[in-house]
């Protein structure tokens, strides 16, 4: 169930793993960011694990969905892309 699937509607699947989040806010911050990717349809964060399942019309480019975890104030760590600067905390703060 981790590995990049097609299905026979045309959607791929990917799961991602996110570093910082601590608590349903972020989540719901990471879930925006990555939901508001063009072809995404659903994004499903767990928490506890930090992994992200993404569902969209088209494969995604892991640096726009980098970008997009980076601009929600976490980090995408199953990619080779530069580590960005650390957060500031918790939802940049917004939850605290
Ligand atoms: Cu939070």
Known sequence: MTAPTTGS??????VYTVEGMTCAHCVSAVT???GALSSVG???????????????????????VAEAVEEA??????????????AGGCCG???H
């Not at 509607?9 to 990917?14: D, K, L, N, R, S």
Request: with cysteine.
């Open 9 to 14: 509607t045309g959607t791929v699947e990917a």
């Open 32 to 34: 925006a960011e990555v």
């Open 42 to 64: 659903e994004v499903t964060v767990d928490l506890a694990s930090g992994r992200m399942r993404v569902v969209s019309g088209e494969p995604l480019a892991d640096a726009a």
């Open 73 to 86: 104030g976490y980090r995408l760590v199953s990619t080779p892309a530069e580590p960005a600067a650390e």
């Open 93 to 95: 703060g917004a939850c």
